[in-house]
């Protein structure tokens, strides 16, 4: 199993980061949120597998801007804990649907206030081919923005509110992708469906 974020702390059955990221493991999907550092380096070891020649990684982390504002200083994500990492599971089911050779997916997100430069976000996705893990990373993280119940709010100098462009949670299923992959082939088609 891969390390688990669960509270405050990754841990593992071995102990906090003490596992080997790249341990033989019957799951291929980490999903978890944590007020802890977002453990890039171990998501990506761990993504890592002989059939997949591509692992894509995207980390978002905190800017100094946001629409309208030019001097963010900090973000504080809130979640429906309960319901996060149900969601994510639902993300990654949908993803597994649309790319069906991926082979490890890791959906991690951080809680709590973060300063500039920190990753509030992970998506971790490996595969066969580098258009299918591009493709279905870049879903992975706008399925994650549109379907999970995580808000922010925004910290500047002289105030702060809650973050500009909230919208409607989404299912994961009804979130666009732009391309789909031919997962027997890697081949890549535009979507005609715009699902």
């Not at 504080?76 to 790319?99: C, G, H, N, Q, S």
């Not at 732009?178 to 890549?188: E, F």
Request: aromatic share 8%; hydrophobic share 40%.
């Amino acid at each position: 199993m891969p390390p688990s974020l669960v509270g405050n702390q990754v841990s593992s059955a071995l102990g906090h980061y003490d596992v080997p990221v790249r341990a033989t493991s019957i799951d291929n999907n980490w999903c978890a949120i944590s007020s802890e550092p977002l453990p890039i380096l171990e998501a990506y070891e761990w993504a890592i597998l002989p059939q997949c020649g591509a692992v894509v990684v995207f980390s978002g982390i905190v800017r100094d801007h946001a629409d309208g504002r030019d001097d963010v200083t900090a973000l504080t994500y809130e979640a429906f804990e309960a319901e996060v990492v149900k969601k994510f599971d639902d993300i990654v089911t949908e993803l597994r649907k649309r790319w069906s050779a991926v082979g490890r997916v890791a959906l991690l997100h951080r809680l709590g206030t973060l300063s500039l430069g920190e990753s509030s976000v992970l998506t971790v996705v490996s595969a066969p081919h580098r258009d299918m893990a591009f493709e279905a990373a870049r879903f992975a993280i706008d399925a994650l923005k549109e379907s999970a119940p995580i808000w922010k709010k925004e910290h500047w100098i002289g105030g702060s509110d809650w973050g500009t462009g909230a919208h409607d949670v989404v299912a994961p299923e009804n979130v666009k992708s732009q391309h789909s992959t031919n997962s027997a082939t890697g081949t890549t088609a535009i979507d005609s469906t715009n699902r």
